[in-house]
């Protein structure tokens, strides 16, 4: 048997301190730690992955619909599908009464488990409302941005200062005409994250000097103007809360101030600032922070993921991906390839949602997105 719950390992021994709750002689408790999903036996309520609502929810009515139903596996489904309304501290005091128990239920708790790994912010999705499509961008109501500049390409209010640490984000909206469109076409040859040991910011589309650059979601160019390494952007600040920056052009058609839909003429690519090439550096930021365009769009074929957008606070940035995507702890023999087959999509679906490679080595109690759509 191996012992349940998250378990966080403080690495004292590669860092020279006390164990977690041993006296160090510092209050400060470092962030150098593993986590590891560890399991009591090998039974679970499903098959090896968290349930849905939709299978919880049909394995309960075929249950139902029999002569003599398993009145121990109803009590668990049914338990089970409480903490879908539960908060972490409801969660802990559910495993507790069920330690309590004559007989543990270790199947229902290791699938609690596993939703807590695969899902870790659901509960919160779930209870957290749209945020408010923003009326006029240049004047701000909401409290997401505290200032229109239109001489800086950053300005905006630090991620620090959102209350909410869950928030539901609408891309599109169809009876508002508000739609979505690809700035460019041209492949993707750099993707976000780091590279040459600096932060890469964005993705790179190529094209060529003189092609049209297009906005991805309707809204007002906050900025047109050149900076350095960007050269010659444009800066439109979207309904949705989002801003988007289209960098290295070659001339603007557009200026601050104008209102501009999806897929709008904003300018033409170019080589501009600190390029190597003639290409489009497209960000995607909200409140001030990067984001990973792949968590919004699929580049494979310029559609959005999803639309609605989580986005989720950390103490410095913000993380984001589609709602309904689910995360995947990787377990030892785990490989790219069983892991698209397992939840019925593709290698390079998971490369692009998670910003990896097929050659990325995977780590033991890594988290993956997938898109089980």
Same mark, same amino acid.
């Given at each position: 048997?191996?012992?349940?719950?998250?378990?966080?390992?403080?690495?004292?021994?590669?860092?020279?301190?006390?164990?977690?709750?041993?006296?160090?002689?510092?209050?400060?408790?470092?962030?150098? =730690?593993?986590?590891?999903?560890?399991?009591?036996?090998?039974?679970?309520?499903?098959?090896?992955?968290?349930?849905?609502?939709?299978?919880?929810?049909?394995?309960?009515?075929?249950?139902?619909?029999?002569?003599?139903?398993?009145?121990?596996?109803?009590?668990?489904?049914?338990?089970?599908?409480?903490?879908?309304?539960?908060?972490?501290?409801?969660?802990?005091?559910?495993?507790?009464?069920?330690?309590?128990?004559? =007989?543990?239920?270790?199947?229902?708790?290791?699938?609690?488990?596993?939703?807590?790994?695969?899902?870790?912010?659901?509960?919160?999705?779930?209870?957290?409302?749209?945020?408010?499509?923003?009326?006029?961008?240049?004047?701000?109501?909401?409290?997401?941005?505290?200032?229109?500049?239109?001489l800086a390409v950053h300005a905006c209010t630090p991620a620090s200062a959102?209350?909410?640490?869950?928030?539901?984000?609408?891309?599109?909206?169809?009876?508002?005409?508000?739609?979505?469109?690809?700035?460019?076409?041209?492949?993707? =040859?750099?993707?976000?994250?780091?590279?040459?040991?600096?932060?890469?910011?964005?993705?790179?589309?190529?094209?060529?000097?003189?092609?049209?650059?297009?906005?991805?979601?309707?809204?007002?160019?906050?900025?047109?103007?050149?900076?350095?390494?960007?050269?010659?952007?444009?800066?439109?600040?979207?309904?949705?809360?989002?801003?988007?920056?289209?960098?290295?052009?070659?001339?603007?058609?557009?200026?601050?101030?104008?209102?501009?839909?999806?897929?709008?003429?904003?300018?033409?690519?170019?080589?501009?600032?600190?390029?190597?090439?003639?290409?489009?550096?497209?960000?995607?930021?909200?409140?001030?922070?990067?984001?990973?365009?792949?968590?919004?769009?699929?580049?494979?074929?310029?559609?959005?993921?999803?639309?609605?957008?989580?986005?989720?606070?950390?103490?410095?940035?913000?993380?984001?991906?589609?709602?309904?995507?689910?995360?995947?702890?990787?377990?030892?023999?785990?490989?790219?390839?069983?892991?698209?087959?397992?939840?019925?999509?593709?290698?390079?679906?998971?490369?692009?949602?998670?910003?990896?490679?097929?050659?990325?080595?995977?780590?033991?109690?890594?988290?993956?997105?997938?898109?089980?759509?």
């Amino acid at each position: 048997m191996r012992a349940l719950l998250h378990v966080s390992i403080l690495l004292a021994a590669l860092s020279g301190r006390a164990f977690a709750g041993v006296p160090s002689g510092s209050d400060t408790l470092r962030t150098d =730690t593993v986590t590891a999903l560890v399991m009591y036996g090998d039974r679970t309520l499903s098959e090896g992955e968290a349930l849905t609502d939709d299978r919880l929810d049909a394995m309960l009515d075929s249950l139902c619909a029999l002569t003599d139903p398993p009145a121990d596996l109803l009590r668990d489904l049914a338990l089970y599908k409480r903490i879908r309304g539960l908060d972490e501290g409801g969660i802990i005091q559910l495993i507790d009464s069920l330690f309590e128990l004559d =007989t543990v239920p270790y199947a229902l708790i290791n699938e609690i488990n596993l939703y807590s790994a695969q899902m870790p912010t659901q509960g919160e999705v779930d209870r957290s409302g749209l945020l408010a499509w923003l009326d006029d961008p240049t004047h701000d109501i909401t409290g997401l941005y505290t200032d229109w500049n239109t001489l800086a390409v950053h300005a905006c209010t630090p991620a620090s200062a959102v209350r909410d640490s869950v928030l539901l984000l609408q891309l599109v909206d169809g009876q508002a005409h508000c739609g979505f469109a690809m700035p460019v076409t041209g492949p993707l =040859t750099s993707r976000f994250g780091w590279r040459d040991g600096r932060p890469h910011n964005g993705i790179d589309l190529d094209l060529e000097v003189w092609d049209s650059v297009r906005t991805a979601f309707p809204g007002v160019v906050r900025h047109a103007g050149v900076q350095n390494g960007y050269g010659r952007v444009v800066v439109v600040r979207h309904y949705n809360g989002l801003e988007t920056y289209y960098a290295h052009l070659h001339r603007f058609k557009v200026k601050a101030g104008d209102v501009v839909d999806a897929g709008e003429l904003i300018g033409l690519g170019g080589s501009s600032g600190r390029s190597s090439g003639s290409h489009l550096h497209f960000e995607v930021r909200f409140r001030g922070m990067p984001l990973d365009p792949a968590r919004i769009i699929d580049l494979s074929n310029g559609s959005l993921q999803a639309d609605t957008l989580v986005i989720k606070r950390s103490r410095h940035a913000y993380a984001a991906y589609p709602k309904g995507t689910h995360f995947h702890t990787v377990a030892k023999g785990d490989h790219l390839y069983a892991i698209a087959e397992q939840y019925g999509t593709s290698i390079q679906a998971l490369c692009d949602l998670n910003g990896i490679t097929r050659r990325s080595i995977l780590r033991v109690g890594q988290q993956l997105l997938v898109d089980a759509r």
